[in-house]
C-alpha cells in the first residue's frame, strides 16, 4: 500500500489509506480546508493544503458560481428591458463625468443583489450536497497506529487564535456565536457613527471631503461587522448541525439560524441599497463636483461697503468665502440673503458667521429652507414688504427625516433665536417635498422677524440671476405682464427703463429712491400703451380709478390723494378683488393695443364742454375743476380732490361709448 495517511474532520478519523484514496476523499468533501492528514513522517496533523499539491487535487464544480450566473440573468433582462422600454419614463443620464457613474451604478443596481442572492443558495446548495456524499461514502472509523493516535489529540494550528479569528471560523457554540457575538457586534455597529463624529474633519463642521471618507469608512466598518457576524454564525450553525446529525438527533435551531443569517444579508442589501449608496452618492457629488444641485452663489458689496448680499445657493464653501468679504470690508453691517435653499449644514455655519458678526438679516425676495437657517442668526430680522421665508424639513440622501442632523440642526437654530415652540413646530413637520411660507404677520407673531421694511431702509436685492442688463430685461418682462408690450413697441423706452433700474441697483439705492428714479419713464410707459387700448378696455381703466379712489378716500385722504394725483399705472395697492380686476385689465391692454387715430382738437375742446357741463350739473365748481390742475394741495382739500377726480371719470364713462373712449385718453395721457 505504501505510505498509510490517515484523516480526520473534527469528529470522525479515518486510516490508514493509501495516497490514491486519500485524494479521492479529499476531493469529494464538501468542505476540503477543514480536513487535516497525518502519516508517518510529520510532526503533527497538517491541513491538506500544507500536506498535498493543490493542484493535484481534483476541484469539484460549485453550485454557487453557476447560480450566481443563473441570479444575474433576470437583473440584466430586468434593466434592459427599463432602458430599452423606459416603461418608467428615461432612467440614463447624460455619459459625462457626473453621469457616467450614475448611470453604471443603475445599471448594477439590479444585477448585483441577484447575483449575491444566487450565490448564498448556491453556497447552501453545496454544502447540503456535500454532507450527503460524505455521509454515503465514509467508512467506518479504524483505529489509527499508535503514533497516529497520539498526534489525533493535537489542535490543528491558525495563524491567529483571537477571539475574533476563531469567532469568524465558526469554533464557538452556536448560542454564543449568535447571542453574545451577534449583541456585541451590533453595539460596535452603534458606535461606528459616534467614532466617526470625532473624527478630524468631521467635528469641525460641514466639510465635504472629510464627510465623504467618514462615511465610507462608516459604512466599510459596518459592512465588516455584519459580515463577520454571518459568517460566524453561519458557520457555528453548521458544526451545530453536523455534531447532532452525527448523534441522530435533528437540529432546529441550526437551520434557524442561518435563515436569520439569510434575512440579515438581504436587510444589509436592502440597507445598502436605500441608505449606504444615496449617502455616499450624494457626498461624492458634493465633495468631487461642487454639489450640481445647489446653484452657485454669489456675494455683492453695496451701499459704500456697509452692505451685503448673497444670492444663490446655500452649498459648501460659501461662509468662509463671506467671512474673507467680512474681513475686507468691516464697515458691513446688513447681509442680504436671496436663496432658493441648499444644505443644511452650511446654512448652520452661515447662522454662525452672521451672529457672530451683529449683523443685520434682510429679505427683499425669497429665502428658503436652509437660507432661513442663515437668516435666523441676524441681531435684527427684517423683510421687505411682499418678500416671502419658506420653511420645510431639512433632509439628506438615505437618512431618515425623523431625526437627521439636519432637522436637529434646524431646531437648534431656531431655538437659540427665540422662535416660538409652536412656530418650530409648524415648520420643522413640514415634509421636505413642500415648503411653508407663513405670512408676514405670523412671522412676527413668532418673533421670527423684527420688523417689515416698506423698502426705504436698505439697498435693493432679491434678484435671483447675474445683474446684467439682459437678464434684467427679461425678469421686467417675466413680473409685469405688459412690458413685452412696450419692449415691442418702443425699445428705446423699454432699454431707458432697464437702464436706470440697473444703474440704481449697482449704485445701491433703496427701493424707494429706484421707485422715484424709474417712475416717470415706467409711467410714461404704460401711459402709452393704455391709449392705445381698445375703447372698452379704456372705459374699464375709467371705471376701476373711480372704484380705487372712492376706495382709498375711505381708508385715509393722504393714500387717496397719491394716487388719483399721479394718474397711476393700473393695479395700486387697494383690495384683492381690485387687483385682480387691474390684472385682467392689464391683459385686455396688452391684447388690444394698437395705433389709433388722434381725435381733432375741435373735437377734443367740444367734447370736454359736454362733460364739464355734466360735471357742474352734479355741483362741481370752478374751484373744484382748479384744484385738479393743482399738485400743491393742503390736506383738508384732499377729500375733496379725490370726490371731483371720481366724478370726473364716472361721468366720462357715462357719455356715449366713442366720445367716453376719447375723453378717457385724454385724461390718462394729461390732455
Not at 493544503?49 to 476541484?59: K, N
Not at 449606504?276 to 458689496?301: H, K, M, N, T, W
Not at 412676527?444 to 445683474?467: C, K, M, N, P, W
Amino acid at each position: 500500500m505504501g505510505v498509510a495517511w490517515f484523516l480526520q474532520d473534527g469528529r470522525d478519523r479515518v486510516g490508514p489509506l493509501s495516497e490514491a484514496e486519500l485524494r479521492q476523499r479529499i476531493a469529494g468533501h464538501a468542505r476540503a480546508d477543514r480536513l487535516w492528514v497525518w502519516r508517518d513522517g510529520f510532526d503533527n496533523w497538517k491541513t491538506v493544503a500544507e500536506a498535498l499539491e493543490p493542484a493535484s487535487i481534483a476541484p469539484r464544480r460549485r453550485a454557487k458560481f453557476r447560480w450566481a450566473l443563473y441570479g444575474a440573468i433576470p437583473g440584466t433582462l430586468l434593466t434592459a428591458s427599463d432602458v430599452l422600454l423606459e416603461w418608467r419614463g428615461p432612467v440614463l443620464r447624460p455619459w459625462n463625468d457626473l453621469g457616467t457613474a450614475e448611470n453604471i451604478g443603475y445599471l448594477f443596481g439590479a444585477i448585483v443583489p441577484l447575483m449575491l442572492i444566487g450565490f448564498l443558495a448556491g453556497t447552501i446548495r453545496d454544502a447540503r450536497a456535500g454532507r450527503a456524499k460524505a455521509v454515503r461514502e465514509a467508512p467506518e472509523p479504524l483505529q489509527a497506529a499508535p503514533a497516529a493516535a497520539a498526534a489525533s489529540d493535537a489542535v490543528p494550528s491558525h495563524r491567529f487564535n483571537n477571539f475574533i479569528a476563531r469567532n469568524w471560523r465558526g469554533e464557538y457554540s452556536l448560542p454564543v456565536a449568535y447571542w453574545v457575538f451577534g449583541i456585541l457586534g451590533n453595539i460596535a455597529i452603534l458606535l461606528v457613527p459616534y467614532g466617526i463624529s470625532l473624527a478630524p474633519g468631521v467635528k469641525s463642521g460641514f466639510s465635504p471631503l472629510p464627510l465623504f471618507v467618514a462615511f465610507s469608512g462608516m459604512w466599510f466598518a459596518i459592512a465588516v461587522i455584519q459580515m463577520w457576524q454571518w459568517v460566524s454564525v453561519w458557520r457555528s450553525a453548521g458544526r451545530y448541525i453536523a455534531t447532532r446529525r452525527a448523534s441522530g438527533r435533528i437540529a432546529p435551531w441550526g437551520y434557524v439560524a442561518r435563515i436569520m443569517v439569510f434575512l440579515g444579508l438581504l436587510q444589509g442589501v436592502a440597507i445598502g441599497i436605500k441608505q449606504a449608496a444615496p449617502q455616499l452618492r450624494e457626498l461624492g457629488r458634493i465633495a468631487f463636483y461642487d454639489d450640481p444641485d445647489v446653484p452657485d452663489y454669489s456675494i455683492r458689496v453695496m451701499r459704500n461697503g456697509t452692505e451685503a448680499e448673497i444670492s444663490g445657493g446655500i452649498k459648501y464653501g460659501l461662509t468662509d468665502d463671506f467671512a474673507v468679504v467680512l474681513r475686507a470690508s468691516r464697515q458691513i453691517r446688513v447681509v442680504h440673503l436671496t436663496s432658493v435653499g441648499g444644505r443644511i449644514g452650511e446654512g448652520e455655519k452661515l447662522y454662525q458667521l452672521i451672529k457672530d458678526n451683529g449683523l443685520i438679516a434682510y429679505v427683499s425676495g425669497r429665502c428658503m429652507s436652509a437660507c432661513t437657517v442663515a437668516f435666523a442668526g441676524g441681531r435684527e430680522r427684517v423683510l421687505l414688504k411682499g418678500a416671502t421665508l419658506g420653511f420645510h424639513r431639512g433632509s439628506f440622501a438615505g437618512k431618515d427625516e425623523k431625526d437627521t442632523p439636519e432637522l436637529i440642526g434646524q431646531r437648534r437654530v431656531f431655538s437659540e433665536a427665540g422662535y416660538s415652540p409652536q412656530f418650530i413646530t409648524r415648520a420643522l413637520a413640514t415634509e421636505n417635498a413642500s415648503i411653508w411660507q407663513p405670512s408676514a404677520a405670523e412671522l412676527l407673531q413668532a418673533h421670527v422677524i423684527t420688523r417689515v421694511s416698506d423698502g426705504g431702509d436698505f439697498a435693493s436685492s432679491g434678484y435671483e440671476f447675474a445683474l446684467t442688463r439682459a437678464n434684467l430685461a427679461d425678469w421686467i418682462v417675466q413680473s409685469n405682464s405688459w412690458m413685452e408690450a412696450v419692449r415691442k413697441r418702443d425699445p428705446d423706452r423699454f432699454d431707458g427703463i432697464v437702464g436706470v433700474i440697473h444703474d440704481g441697483v449697482v449704485a445701491g439705492k433703496t427701493e424707494n429712491e429706484l421707485a422715484v428714479s424709474m417712475g416717470n419713464k415706467v409711467h410714461d410707459a404704460v401711459v402709452a400703451l393704455q391709449v392705445r387700448a381698445a375703447d372698452d378696455v379704456l372705459i374699464d381703466i375709467a371705471n376701476l380709478h373711480a372704484d380705487s379712489i372712492d376706495m382709498l378716500a375711505a381708508r385715509s385722504a393722504a393714500s387717496c390723494f397719491a394716487y388719483a394725483s399721479t394718474e397711476p399705472a393700473v393695479g395700486a395697492d387697494t383690495t384683492p378683488e381690485l387687483q385682480q380686476r387691474a390684472e385682467r385689465i392689464r391683459e385686455r391692454v396688452t391684447q388690444t393695443w394698437a395705433e389709433r387715430p388722434e381725435a381733432t382738437q375741435q373735437a377734443d375742446k367740444a367734447l370736454w364742454a359736454k362733460l364739464i357741463k355734466r360735471l357742474m350739473a352734479r355741483g362741481m365748481t370752478r374751484d373744484d375743476f382748479d384744484l385738479m390742475e393743482r399738485t400743491d394741495v393742503a390736506d383738508k382739500d384732499k377729500p375733496r380732490y379725490c370726490r371731483s377726480r371720481a366724478l370726473l371719470y364716472r361721468e366720462a364713462v357715462a357719455l356715449p361709448r366713442k366720445e367716453a373712449a376719447m375723453l378717457i385718453r385724454a385724461i390718462i395721457s394729461g390732455g
